[in-house]
């Protein structure tokens, strides 16, 4: 069964600290993994999206990594702002036929001042 | 990139009542996806709409409780029928594009009293 698992749930810190989220997942075969970023009330937004070959990608202060042997991935955000308080979801995608995502449960982002 | 929009973006309903969620993309896309997301947990399929043909349920979720339309390109609804408590979520509307790209709208927030 394809499963996608992060941690931690949620994670408090403080603005201008870096932080590391974490995703391990059994999927197979493996396509890409995504990372979004979903604001409270609102839709999720991509971050960056891995392929097989690609070990790390970066968006402005977010930077994921991708271990395929291992089946993890990390996502690093630097200089955390109150802005990036939000829920980050690893997404990984199966690469048979249609839309096979799997959704990890999100890890819970809060940045005080 | 793709820009979806949702109507309602949100709506407190009766128990017992139909609920029917609109999704216009700015682009032609030929897959279109919805999901749900119950409260602290991440997103569930609900099915595939596709152009031109029957929708495609997950397990778990029906026609006769999920009715979808998919009347051309850009242009999908949701609807949410005989509601209890239990429907309360976020439900989203999704798009794929270039066959990995996926972006989501900004869900509406059901509660059902």
């Known amino acids: 069964k394809n499963q996608v698992e992060q941690s931690p749930q949620s994670l408090i810190i403080l603005e201008g600290k870096n932080c590391t989220l974490q995703c391990n997942y059994t999927v197979s075969p493996f396509s890409n993994l995504r990372w979004y970023k979903q604001d409270t009330g609102r839709g999720p937004v991509s971050l960056t999206i891995?392929?097989?070959?690609?070990n790390t990608k970066s968006n402005g202060r977010y930077t994921a990594t991708l271990d395929a042997d291992t089946k993890q991935s990390s996502l690093h955000i630097t200089a955390s702002q109150l802005s990036d308080s939000a829920s980050y979801i690893c997404?990984?995608?199966?690469?048979?036929?249609?839309?096979?995502?799997?959704f990890g449960g999100g890890t819970r982002l809060m940045v005080k001042p | 990139s793709a820009v979806i929009s949702q109507k309602p973006s949100r709506d407190i309903c009766q128990r017992g009542t139909s609920l029917t969620i609109q999704c216009q993309v700015d682009s032609q896309v030929t897959m279109m996806f919805w999901y749900r997301q119950q409260p602290g947990q991440s997103l569930t399929l609900i099915a595939t709409a596709n152009q031109g043909s029957e929708a495609t349920y997950e397990s778990g979720f029906v026609i006769d409780k999920f009715p979808i339309s998919r009347p051309n390109l850009t242009f999908s609804t949701l609807t949410v029928s005989n509601m209890s408590p239990e429907d309360s979520s976020i439900y989203l509307c999704?798009?794929?594009?270039?066959?990995?790209?996926?972006?989501f709208g900004p869900g509406t927030r059901l509660t059902v009293l």
């Open positions: 999704s798009v794929a594009l270039r066959g990995v790209e996926q972006f």
């Open positions: 891995m392929t097989f070959s690609e």
């Open positions: 997404v990984v995608s199966a690469g048979n036929a249609g839309n096979m995502l799997t």
